[in-house]
């Protein structure tokens, strides 16, 4: 089943780049960006995530990205770009499978399972406000969209 508008997503419990355990409720409180994507290091991924970065100061809100990278891919990820928001480890693929976003066979490798690309906009109460999901790994979200949401949240 999707996570759609007026809905609140559900919990879950995943590490972050540095190993510390996470869940979707540590973040109320405040508005919250979740952005999956499909893999770290790569070229929209990489641009994304940076832009999301370059953004924050001007985002009303928290930025939460999940990939199923593991952690310690996901901390030289981190690193590499300077990102200072949680990058989560949905290894297991039991979020993205909560979420229904999961894309199968992900760039011709049978067998192998990651995100769509997807972003949740969650009021501080952890409603869904926004909800965009790529069926195109390579399609970026429309920023414009993500702060206009937010700034009339």
């Not at 989560?88 to 999961?102: A, C, G, Q």
């Not at 067998?111 to 969650?122: D, E, H």
């Amino acid at each position: 089943m999707s996570v759609e508008i007026g809905q609140k997503p559900p919990d879950f419990q995943l590490h972050d780049q540095d190993r510390k355990q996470r869940s979707l409720n540590d973040f109320l409180g405040k508005k919250i960006v979740l952005a999956f994507f499909p893999g770290a290091f790569t070229g929209p991924c990489t641009k994304e995530m940076c832009t999301f970065r370059d953004s924050l100061q001007s985002l009303p809100g928290q930025v939460v990205a999940v990939s199923v990278n593991d952690p310690f891919t996901n901390k030289g990820f981190a690193d590499a770009h300077n990102l200072q928001f949680p990058i989560l480890s949905d290894y297991s693929r039991e979020t993205i499978k909560k979420f229904n976003i999961v894309m199968n066979d992900f760039a011709g490798l049978k067998g192998y399972a990651a995100a769509k690309r997807s972003v949740f906009i969650l009021d501080e109460k952890g409603i869904v406000r926004y909800r965009w999901v790529s069926e195109d790994p390579t399609k970026e979200p429309n920023y414009d969209e993500v702060k206009k949401t937010l700034a009339n949240l």
